[in-house]
T-cell receptor, first 116, second 110 residues
Framework: DTEVTQTPKHLVMGMTNKKSLKCEQH?????MYWYKQKAKKPPELMFVYSYEKLSINESVPSRFSPECPNSSLLNLHLHALQPEDSALYLCASSPLFLRQATDTQYFGPGTRLTVL | EDQVTQSPEALRLQEGESSSLNCSYTVSGLRGLFWYRQDPGKGPEFLFTLYSAGEEKEKERLKATLTKKESFLHITAPKPEDSATYLCAVQAGGFQKLVFGTGTRLLVSP
């Protein structure tokens, strides 16, 4: 089973709202990722958690705040977003077997975010 | 700088008309090349990982191949349900970073 789940599927929020996106995997993967994807563009990496610690932050604005409560869960807290932040937000996970040469990422279905 | 280029940008096929999608890459130290399928508004679905030149992998009507400079995704006798965007990505020096191409939008007409 290579399933990553994300909630909610759709989210509409105002620029003053605070909301959170959630991601879960039960594959025993030790790396989890947040991506942002605009229409007709490839996914853009935002954050990576490895063994529940933030290992990569791609200079994302502070209005996006990631959290990894445990090895199966990943949250993205949103606050004071701008309309240009409207996009499909994707979560992914990977095994992170350090002795292997590569690490395959499996994506969730995404959360469609609209900021009004 | 690692780069991935996919061609064509869009491809329209008749059902049963076989074709190939191209993914050209320039990276220093390829760890792996990945193919994903993405339906509109959905997350990318993993298809294949290729590790070294000469490697081939198959799944139903899809076959992925890898050389030292490019990868091909061959689609044999496609069906309308194969319509999607196909993304190619490479993993190089940054172990957890994928460098994506811009994708090929495939439309298969009945």
């Amino acid at each position: 089973d290579t399933e990553v789940t994300q909630t909610p599927k759709h989210l509409v929020m105002g620029m003053t709202n605070k909301k959170s996106l959630k991601c879960e995997q039960h594959m025993g993967h030790r790396a989890m990722y947040w991506y942002k994807q605009k229409a007709k563009k490839p996914p853009e990496l935002m954050f990576v958690y490895s063994y529940e610690k933030l290992s990569i932050n791609e200079s994302v604005p502070s209005r996006f705040s990631p959290e990894c409560p445990n090895s199966s869960l990943l949250n993205l807290h949103l606050h004071a977003l701008q309309p240009e932040d409207s996009a499909l937000y994707l979560c992914a996970s990977s095994p992170l077997f350090l002795r292997q040469a590569t690490d395959t990422q499996y994506f969730g279905p995404g959360t469609r975010l609209t900021v009004l | 700088e690692d780069q991935v280029t996919q061609s064509p940008e869009a491809l329209r096929l008749q059902e049963g008309e076989s074709s190939s999608l191209n993914c050209s890459y320039t990276v220093s130290g390829l760890r792996g090349l990945f193919w994903y399928r993405q339906d509109p508004g959905k997350g990318p679905e993993f298809l294949f990982t290729l590790y070294s030149a000469g490697e081939e992998k198959e799944k139903e009507r899809l076959k992925a191949t890898l050389t030292k400079k490019e990868s091909f995704l061959h689609i044999t006798a496609p069906k309308p349900e194969d319509s999607a965007t196909y993304l190619c990505a490479v993993q190089a020096g940054g172990f957890q970073k994928l460098v994506f191409g811009t994708g090929t939008r495939l439309l298969v007409s009945p």
